[in-house]
């Protein structure tokens, strides 16, 4: 008797198992943060290292200044302040989150990975870790990530950051680089909910393409070519980066990807609240936003006061959006990346 009620019990547990099993789960951003270092390097003093002028950077950049972190400050440094800001923002403690992303290209150290160094900044342990390097895409990367592993059941809060010190990677003797990039990181706590009137994911589209990954690279260091005093007098830690090339194709896959994404969603960008491009040149935002539609006043701008912080650019902007109470509950938001890879990817946000 007693067994028979046990078995009965535990089918009947196993049923309800099974039905939430069945069930769409859904992601809704939970709170955003963002973090740029103190010090401000204006247009002016990068025209005492390099041969340029505050007129050529803003015409061609719309950039007026960036920030740059301390010495001492680190990758995980940034992030960990963005996380935090993030975690605040979302009301979650630090102990619920189950899996740490973190997208780089300046990573703390070669081996091991940035997560791991948030982790244990956060005063966190054992959860599960993972870099991914998408260069400027990487939220729209991130964001897809956390949502499959979301709704697959497998994770329910997860800490998705972005951030980087390109500082530690710009080659400061090259004007036609070194104006462009400056600090920042940007965090989003990502968690599940069985309420579809809460999800936050609309749709996600990715893409990249191999054939053009010598257009922005770091080409020393790995296996192709490891460090030695040769790679180091010739440069060759820095990034390199053709820049008209670049140009031409961020404002031509941003445009596609940006296109793709609404048409399949059935919606215009029209039908945005905002439009979140990466800030990586005025002239492509502004180039991008005209090819969708959209009034100026729907399309953030960030870069005259940041430069081109790469994946977390986009975040940076959003939490600006929020701050400023311009993103309120409810707005959709399109977001387009694109960087080195190249990749890209535009995903519909409701916040
Ligand atoms: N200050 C003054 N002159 C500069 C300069 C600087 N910082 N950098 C380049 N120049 C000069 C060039 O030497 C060139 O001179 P020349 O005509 O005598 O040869 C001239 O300005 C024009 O250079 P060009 O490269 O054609 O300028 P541009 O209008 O394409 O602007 C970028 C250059 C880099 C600002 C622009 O191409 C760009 O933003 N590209 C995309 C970069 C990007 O997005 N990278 C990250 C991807 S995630």
């Not at 400056?182 to 893409?207: K, R």
């Not at 060759?236 to 090339?245: E, I, L, Q, T, V």
């Not at 870069?303 to 409810?330: F, H, P, Q």
Request: glycine share 8%; hydrophobic share 40%; net charge positive.
């Amino acid at each position: 008797m007693r067994l028979k009620k046990l078995i009965f019990s535990s089918n009947r547990k196993h049923k309800k198992i099974g039905k939430m099993k069945n069930s769409k789960r859904f992601v809704k951003i939970l709170g955003v943060g963002s973090y740029v270092p103190e010090k401000v390097v204006t247009n002016d003093d990068l025209s005492k290292i390099v041969d340029t002028s505050d007129e050529w950077i803003r015409a061609r950049t719309g950039i007026r200044e960036r920030r740059i972190a301390a010495s001492d400050q680190t990758t995980s440094d940034l992030c960990v302040c963005a996380a935090r800001k993030a975690m605040e923002n979302a009301s979650i403690a630090v102990d619920d989150i189950d899996l740490i992303l973190t997208g780089t290209i300046t990573s703390d150290v070669v081996l091991p990975s940035t997560s791991v160094f948030i982790q244990t900044k956060l005063g966190l342990k054992n959860i599960p870790c993972l870099d991914y390097n998408v260069a400027c895409s990487g939220l729209q990367y991130g964001i897809e990530l956390a949502r499959s592993l979301i709704e697959s059941r497998r994770y329910k809060n997860i800490l998705l950051v972005c951030g980087d010190k390109l500082s530690a990677i710009t080659d400061w003797e090259d004007r036609s680089t070194c104006i462009l990039f400056g600090d920042g990181a940007g965090a989003i706590v990502l968690s599940a909910t069985e309420n579809e009137e809460e999800n936050s994911i609309i749709d996600v589209v990715l893409g990249a393409n191999g054939e053009h990954s010598e257009l922005i690279i770091l080409p020393a260091g790995g296996s192709r070519e490891p460090a030695s005093e040769k790679t180091v007098s010739e440069r060759k830690h820095f990034m390199k980066m053709s820049g008209r090339d670049l140009f031409r194709e961020a404002v031509k896959i941003m445009g596609n990807c940006a296109q793709e994404i609404l048409d399949r969603n059935g919606m215009s960008a029209n039908d945005m609240d905002f439009v979140v491009t990466h800030q990586a040149n005025w002239r492509i935002i502004d180039a991008v936003r005209e090819r969708l539609g959209v009034s100026p006043e729907k399309v953030c701008v960030t870069i005259e006061k940041y430069g081109n912080t790469s994946a977390s650019s986009c975040i940076i902007a959003l939490d600006s959006l929020i701050k400023n109470g311009k993103i309120v509950r409810g707005s959709k938001v399109l977001t387009v990346g694109f960087g080195a890879g190249l990749t890209w990817g535009a995903a519909i946000l409701k916040f």
